[in-house]
């Protein structure tokens, strides 16, 4: 069965900090994708990355950086320099077996304060 | 651009109500989702279809059904509403899986139900 875990419910952190948001994942699957969706109070999740399962090459794009490591079944998030409007629910999601479907993390609270 | 429209943002129903929520997009992507969104649970899956009349329970099927008459809509409905499916209820769309790829779901802007 596939699962995805993330471990920290809330982060707080004060504008400017960088933070780390953790997913670790199980598939039995040897093709497979991850995805990290951010969840704004307006609600609607917006797609950030997907990275597949024979690239683990890290992804930079502007201050968002994603760290995908195989050997330990992570597939980790950092927001450099955190600003307010980073502030969401952020969600980890594996895709693999049938139907394109995903499987989610329960999310992560990241709260920004000015 | 990507659209994935909900017909409601926030809907108020009782319990015993036949309830129907509408998901439309329009990119000609082949396969749906319904998902609900509980706090400390993440999204988990409904309903899915890969194409028109086509249909398959997701990990929580129990108390609802779907329809897909057409290829741009796909409807959830709860039969007879209780409270415990007080949720918010988010559509998803992406191309066809057939080639193997795994592609990017695109998400409407979720229906908040609340069953009194």
């Known amino acids: 069965a596939q699962k995805v875990t993330q471990a920290q419910t809330e982060i707080s952190v004060v504008e400017k900090e960088d933070v780390t948001l953790d997913c670790v994942y199980e598939?039995?699957?040897?093709?497979?994708?991850l995805f990290w969706y951010k969840q704004p109070p307006s609600g609607e999740l917006v797609f950030l990355i997907r990275?597949?399962?024979?690239?683990?090459q890290n992804e930079i794009s502007g201050r968002y950086s994603w760290n995908f490591q195989k050997s330990t079944s992570s597939f980790n998030f950092t927001i450099t320099a955190s600003q307010v409007v980073d502030s969401a629910v952020y969600f980890c999601?594996?895709?693999?077996?049938?139907?394109?479907?995903?499987?989610f993390g329960a999310g992560t609270i990241l709260r920004v304060k000015s | 651009d990507v659209k994935v429209t909900q017909s409601s943002r926030y809907l108020v129903k009782r319990t015993g109500e036949k309830v129907f929520l509408e998901c439309v997009q329009d990119?000609?992507?082949?396969?749906m989702f319904w998902y609900r969104q509980d706090p400390g649970l993440g999204l988990r899956l409904i309903y899915f279809?890969?194409?028109?009349?086509?249909?398959e329970k997701g990990d929580i099927p129990e108390g609802y059904s779907v329809s897909r008459e057409k290829k741009e809509r796909f409807s959830l409905i709860l039969e007879s509403a209780s409270t415990n499916q007080t949720s918010m209820y988010l559509c998803?769309?992406?191309?066809?899986?057939?080639?193997?790829?795994?592609?990017?779901?695109?998400f409407g802007p979720g229906t908040r139900l609340t069953v009194l």
């Open positions: 998803a769309s992406t191309q066809s899986s057939a080639s193997g790829k795994r592609d990017t779901q695109y």
């Open positions: 598939t039995r699957d040897t093709t497979y994708y």
């Open positions: 990275r597949n399962s024979f690239d683990e």
């Open positions: 999601a594996l895709s693999g077996g049938y139907g394109n479907k995903l499987v």
């Open positions: 990119m000609d992507h082949e396969n």
């Open positions: 279809s890969y194409d028109v009349k086509m249909k």
